[in-house]
């Protein structure tokens, strides 16, 4: 695997949140693998960070706190990475949340529910973006800074676990476009657009329902988290001229 450089040779410093569910922690695996020192960022799967902090490839990882719905605690890690680090090159903004409830059922959808899928999933990532900007500015990194928003074919389909969680990916979106246009161009800023993807969670879903997602995607199967890992790693070492758009990682799911 190519490495991740920078300009002073350091280690690129590379955050991810949600560093310990099912595609985070690849994500991870695979900065580290390609040269990172990773911050793996966790709200409440402390053990499970430090844990996998401790297992990456190579030197310099951390597991910090990064609830990215408490802009006091996203203080509190930038102040850290800045002492720790100096600097921040790669931000991928992987936490998430979601709960199944179908799409005709509105009262499913309650206010809560609403309100913590869409601070989670949106106020979420704009929160670490503005936390990390300027360590972000001082990336050495050959390239440049690069924040990914991991995101959801959902967001262009309107398929997925509930309308809200849909509506979320497409601020998302929105929102990679126009922090793509600001941040320029010190930072670029890509999402990465998975379609379902065979983590532990959705390997322990009903067969039958599986079965019929991986029929319905033209490439016939679920996407692979090593495969979200590597267009994460792709959006940041090889498209260097690519910010403020979607990258789909979906096997063609919306075509069928
Ligand atoms: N899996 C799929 O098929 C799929 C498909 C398309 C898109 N995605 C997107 O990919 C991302 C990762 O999905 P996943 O399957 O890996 O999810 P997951 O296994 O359920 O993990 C979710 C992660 O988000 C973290 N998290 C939740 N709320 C948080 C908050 N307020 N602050 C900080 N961290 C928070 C959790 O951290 P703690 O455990 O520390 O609480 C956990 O590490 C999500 O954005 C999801 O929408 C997933």
Known sequence: MRSLTTTTGERPVAVVTGATGGLGEQICRTLAHAGCAVVAGYRSSADAAQTL?????????RAL?????????????????????GRCDILVNCAGTTRFVAHADLD???????????ATNVRGPFAMVRALRPLLEKSTLAGGAVVVNISSIAAQTAMGSNVIYCASKAALDNLTKSLGRALAPAIRV?????????????????????????????????????EIA?????????????????LPVDGGRPLQ
């Open 108 to 118: 499913g959808m309650d206010d809560a529910l609403i309100d913590d899928v869409l």
């Open 190 to 226: 890509v999402s990465v657009s998975p379609g379902l993807v065979d983590t532990e969670f959705v390997k322990s879903m009903d067969d039958a329902w599986r079965d019929e997602q991986a029929t319905r995607t033209p490439l016939g199967r679920l996407a692979q988290p090593e």
């Open 65 to 85: 706190p990064a609830s990215v719905t408490d802009s006091a605690a996203l203080a509190r890690l930038a102040d850290d990475v800045a002492t720790l680090y």
């Open 230 to 246: 590597l267009a994460v790693l792709a959006a940041v070492r090889d498209l260097r001229f690519t910010t403020g758009c979607v």
């Open 53 to 61: 902090a401790a297992q990456l490839d190579g030197e310099g990882h």
